[in-house]
């Protein structure tokens, strides 16, 4: 079973309005509600590429109920295992408010504080996952109360259980975890230059692997991804420039790389899958979903460059 850690899952609201004015009352056309949360995305991809997955995270209150309903019905893409942790507190909500022309304004709660107790049932939790799991991916932001330190102490976890570990996150968590030596980890371009300082995306990746990643996989929008690894360094081109929502693009380029991992497929292979998927994903509209018909359209198109660049 491949397991996903969603520290902080959020039940994303979609309000759809006419138009969007400051100040004014909206009649509402249309409400969607989904599960939400970078690890929850990249487990809905991989059960609809068919692997076996389970979540784990928090959840709590109404919002937190909702949320795991949900989960629960999008088993017709491929079941979901559910193993968040509930806690005292309410699974925050994201609003999204999409107009006419498609454009979104968003309103992010901060997410419930998690107090120390439940922090430490989620370590046993978590402990317990990584019996069953052939991979693990930590995904997303930290919650208040989480320890700023929680993915180093994650991801040695793992490595202590012999897990391949990802690791899917920005900033100082980022930074933390890296010192813990992670499988892999894969920033897109804002996270490079936030923790390195610069903008040049290969120096930032050499930078990365430097501070304890065994792999760098940085996804760069559409200019696609660049991989520093044990075997090689490669950069992979998008098979197309796609107009679509972005939003989700990357936890598809997960998805693709902890399928590749359990498959045993060389790095090349997981790259062009991860192109390929994440291209598909921006042609789908919701985040954790991607177009099939596009997939498999677009794999074979993926060129991988080998770089001549010392990893
Ligand atoms: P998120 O966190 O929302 O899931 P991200 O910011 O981490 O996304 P991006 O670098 O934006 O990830 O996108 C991931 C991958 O998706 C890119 O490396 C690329 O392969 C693919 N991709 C993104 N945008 C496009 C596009 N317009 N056309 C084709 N492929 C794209
Ligand atoms: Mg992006
Ligand atoms: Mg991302």
Do not use: Q
């Amino acid at each position: 079973m491949i397991l996903t850690v969603t520290l902080n899952a959020a039940l994303d609201i979609t309000y759809r309005v006419p138009r969007v004015e400051p100040h004014a009352s909206h009649r509402v056309r249309e409400v969607v509600e989904k599960p939400g949360g970078k690890g929850l995305n990249v487990s809905r991809v991989l059960a609809a590429l068919g692997h076996e997955t389970l979540v784990t995270g928090f959840a709590g209150g109404p919002s937190g109920e909702r949320l795991r309903a949900l989960l629960a019905e999008v088993t017709e893409e491929g079941p979901v295992g559910d193993a968040l942790v509930p806690v005292g507190g309410n699974t925050r909500r994201t609003v999204g408010v999409v107009d006419g022309g498609g454009g979104a304004t968003l309103f992010n709660e901060p997410g419930p504080l998690i107090a120390p107790a439940e922090w430490d049932r989620f370590l046993s939790t978590y402990d317990d996952l990584l019996r069953d799991a052939t991979a693990v991916a930590l995904c997303g932001s930290l919650p208040p109360g989480v320890p700023v330190g929680a993915y180093g102490t994650l991801v040695r976890a793992a490595r202590a259980a012999g897990v391949p570990v990802l690791l899917d996150t920005s900033g100082e968590p980022l930074l933390r975890g890296l010192a813990a030596r992670p499988d892999a980890v894969k920033p897109n371009a804002e996270e490079l230059a936030g923790i390195t300082g610069t903008t040049e995306p290969l120096r930032a990746a050499e930078l990365v692997r430097r501070r304890g990643a065994h792999a760098v996989v940085a996804s760069l929008g559409a200019d696609g991804l660049l991989a520093l690894t044990p075997d090689g360094s490669w950069r992979v081109e998008p098979p197309r420039r796609l107009s679509g929502n972005p939003t989700g693009a990357g936890d598809s380029v997960v998805a693709a790389l902890l399928a590749g991992l359990v498959e045993e497929l060389p790095w090349p292979e997981r790259l062009a899958r991860a192109a390929a998927l994440s291209a598909a994903t921006v042609r789908a509209p919701a985040a954790g979903e991607f177009d099939r018909a596009a997939y498999e359209e677009l794999l074979p198109e993926v060129r991988v460059a080998a770089r001549l660049v010392a990893a």
